[in-house]
């Protein structure tokens, strides 16, 4: 069965850098579309980046592009999700997932919680 853990979520300062990982088991994460998700207090959840299988290629939101990042490591069977700049309105919890549509067809996390305030 495929299990995914998010870690290195927190509180940071505004304009703060924090990275989330995914780590996987039961399955090696290269042949799988990773997405990061994400759902704020009172709202739906968000996509807010995906990275393809195939080719690696990358998927941004609007509101984070130029600003995070989703490198993986084959080798830590890891995904993460590099943030900088962050902003108060990046407050969430941090969910990935073994999809990119949010359709909740693949295998999901439990969650990190992301907290950026002064």
């Known amino acids: 069965q495929v299990q995914l853990v998010e870690s290195g979520g927190g509180l940071v300062q505004p304009g703060g850098s924090l990275r989330l990982s995914c780590a996987a088991s039961?399955?090696?994460?290269?042949?799988?579309?990773i997405g990061w998700f994400r759902q704020a207090p009172g709202k739906e959840r968000e996509g807010v980046s995906c990275?393809?299988?195939?080719?690696?290629?990358?998927y941004y939101a609007d509101s984070v592009k130029g600003r995070f990042t989703i490198p993986r490591d084959n080798a830590k069977n890891t995904v993460y999700l590099q943030k900088h700049s962050l902003k108060p309105e990046a407050t969430a919890v941090y969910y990935c997932?073994?999809?990119?549509?949010?359709?909740?067809?693949?295998?999901w996390g439990q969650g990190t919680q992301v907290t950026v305030s002064s």
């Open positions: 997932a073994t999809e990119c549509s949010g359709y909740g067809f693949g295998y």
């Open positions: 039961g399955a090696t994460l290269d042949y799988s579309a």
């Open positions: 990275i393809s299988s195939s080719d690696g290629s990358t």
